[in-house]
T-cell receptor, first 114, second 111 residues
Framework: AQSVTQLDSHVSVSEGTPVLLRCNYS??????LFWYVQHPNKGLQLLLK??????LVKGINGFEAEFKKSETSFHLTKPSAHMSDAAEYFC????????????FGTGTRLKVLA | DGGITQSPKYLFRKEGQNVTLSCEQN?????MYWYRQDPGQGLRLIYY???????QKGDIAEGYSVSREKKESFPLTVTSAQKNPTAFYLC??????????FGPGTRLLVL
C-alpha cells in the first residue's frame, strides 16, 4: 500500500537558522513527490517536485529536497529560515500507476521565532 | 492571468440546505479535483474529473455531488446528506495526471 508520513506535526526554528521538515513514503511504484506550502486560510502553493530526474530538487523561496530511495525519504530543507516561511507544509506522493490520486501527509506546521 | 478561482471565500449553510461551491480555471487543464481539509489532517479527495462530462468518486464522496459540463468549471454541491460539512474546501486542476495546482479555497460553516 502507498502511504506518506510526515514525521513532525510541529517544528519551531529561530529566524536565520536551518529548516528540516521530514517526509517518508512507502510505495511499490516509482513515485513522484511534491512539497506544498499553505499559509493560513489560503490554497496550497507548489514548492518543488521530484519526478525521477535529479535527486536533489531545488524549489522556490530557497527550499530544496533530496530524494533518497534507500531511505524512502524526501526531506525538505532551507539553509536560513525567514519569518515569512511560517506556514503549514505538506508532503505529497503520486504514483505512476495511471491514477490521478495524490496521497497527502498530515502536514507540518513551521513556526519561525524572531 | 492564468489560475484557479474559487467562490465564495466563506459560505454559510443552514440545516437541511444544499449549497454549491464554485471552481473555475483558465489553465486549459483537463483534470479537476475537489478536496476537503479538516484541522490536523491532510487533504482528502472528494471527487475528481479527468475530462468533460465524466467524474469519479474520491475517498469521501458521500453527501457531495459534482458536474463537469465545461472544461473550465467543476462546481461542488454539498447536500443535506453531508452531516458534518464544516471544513475548508480546495479545488485543484492539472494537465492529465501531472502536477496539481490549487485554488484559494472556500470555508464552509454551518449556522
Amino acid at each position: 500500500a502507498q502511504s506518506v508520513t510526515q514525521l513532525d506535526s510541529h517544528v519551531s526554528v529561530s529566524e536565520g537558522t536551518p529548516v528540516l521538515l521530514r517526509c517518508n513514503y512507502s510505495s511499490s511504484y516509482s513515485p513522484s513527490l511534491f512539497w506544498y506550502v499553505q499559509h493560513p486560510n489560503k490554497g496550497l502553493q507548489l514548492l518543488l517536485k521530484y519526478t525521477s530526474a535529479a535527486t536533489l530538487v531545488k524549489g522556490i523561496n530557497g527550499f530544496e529536497a533530496e530524494f533518497k530511495k534507500s531511505e524512502t525519504s524526501f526531506h525538505l530543507t532551507k539553509p536560513s529560515a525567514h519569518m515569512s516561511d511560517a506556514a503549514e507544509y505538506f508532503c505529497v506522493v503520486s504514483f505512476t500507476s495511471g491514477t490521478y490520486k495524490y496521497i497527502f501527509g498530515t502536514g507540518t506546521r513551521l513556526k519561525v521565532l524572531a | 492571468d492564468g489560475g484557479i478561482t474559487q467562490s465564495p471565500k466563506y459560505l454559510f449553510r443552514k440545516e437541511g440546505q444544499n449549497v454549491t461551491l464554485s471552481c473555475e480555471q483558465n489553465l486549459n487543464h483537463d483534470a479537476m479535483y475537489w478536496y476537503r481539509q479538516d484541522p490536523g489532517q491532510g487533504l482528502r479527495l472528494i471527487y475528481y474529473s479527468q475530462i468533460v462530462n465524466d467524474f469519479q468518486k474520491g475517498d469521501i464522496a458521500e453527501g457531495y455531488s459534482v458536474s463537469r459540463e465545461k472544461k473550465e468549471s467543476f462546481p461542488l454541491t454539498v447536500t443535506s446528506a453531508q452531516k458534518n460539512p464544516t471544513a475548508f474546501y480546495l479545488c485543484a486542476s492539472s494537465r492529465a495526471s501531472e502536477t496539481q495546482y490549487f485554488g484559494p479555497g472556500t470555508r464552509l460553516l454551518v449556522l
